[in-house]
């Protein structure tokens, strides 16, 4: 069976730290909590995971992202990825071929996930109290080496 996570890139990234950096793998670029703790996830229960970006869109751990950048799928802005090229990039991905897709985020993540593919989209993130209950229920979930389940929901 071919499970895919998705998680969410994060408005924190290494050249915050570290300006000069130049460019970056994806999975080494983003350096928020939340984030960290989505890819820590991934690793552990899921073969495969691709990060979302409202730039970049869909980029794989080694994908190189070029430079800093603040855009959110919540924003209007001209820089934001299509969703012509999101499709694009889920064909490339193969997105409609697996057998369950996970979607490490909130809501707003529902509409644009929808319009990509047909699969069933799980968010078992879904129902929590915010940002620090996410990193709760992701922390206890790596701890106990148990997949998020409780509260899981499907869409």
């Not at 991905?93 to 593919?117: C, F, H, N, Q, W």
């Not at 129902?127 to 997949?147: F, P, W």
Request: charged share 30%; with cysteine; proline share 5%.
């Amino acid at each position: 069976m071919r499970r895919i996570c998705i998680i969410p890139c994060g408005k924190r990234k290494i050249w915050k730290d570290q300006p000069d950096h130049g460019p970056a793998k994806a999975h080494y670029a983003y350096t928020g909590i939340f984030h960290k703790l989505c890819q820590q996830y991934a690793r552990q229960f899921y073969e495969e995971w691709i990060i979302l970006s409202a730039k970049h869109g869909f980029l794989k751990p080694e994908d190189i992202v070029p430079g800093d950048y603040d855009l959110g799928f919540h924003m209007d802005d001209q820089d934001i990825i299509t969703l012509l090229e999101l499709k694009k990039q889920a064909a490339r991905l193969r997105l409609e071929e697996a057998d369950k897709v996970i979607m490490l985020g909130g809501k707003k993540y529902e509409p644009i996930l929808r319009s990509l593919v047909d699969n069933e989209i799980h968010f078992p993130l879904a129902g929590s109290k915010g940002i620090g209950d996410m990193q709760s229920k992701l922390k206890s979930s790596i701890v106990t080496n148990a997949e998020l389940g409780e509260g899981f929901k499907d869409h």
